[in-house]
């Protein structure tokens, strides 16, 4: 699935995959403080469901974040810099998942 993703349902394990092209969207890399945020929204009733583990990694696996545990109801924010960058999770029940990235800047 693709960053960003928001109310996706999951069991089991997931990938969430980011933007590999930056060159080609006209965005410098440059160094830039960004956030990978995840959060667990629970089951489709409200924050019921389980935790899940999250794991941060680079595309190219050079780097790996975690592991960090995210119950129902909670929200994570990982500094990453301007890397592209994965989301791996795994989960025994279903929860909905949101995952994107912020990089600071207001509109």
Known sequence: MPIP???VPVT???LFVGNTTNINNNQALIAEKR???VSNEGGGNGPV???MTVYITR???SIV???YSIGAG???SVPIDNSPWDVIMVTSQTTLVNVWID???SL
Request: charged residues 10%; proline residues 4%; negative net charge.
């Open 74 to 76: 909670q929200t994570i």
């Open 5 to 7: 993703s928001y109310n």
């Open 103 to 105: 990089n600071g800047y």
């Open 59 to 61: 595309v190219d696996q």
């Open 49 to 51: 469901g389980g935790t």
């Open 65 to 67: 974040l975690g592991p």
């Open 35 to 37: 956030d990978m945020n």
């Open 12 to 14: 089991g394990r997931a």
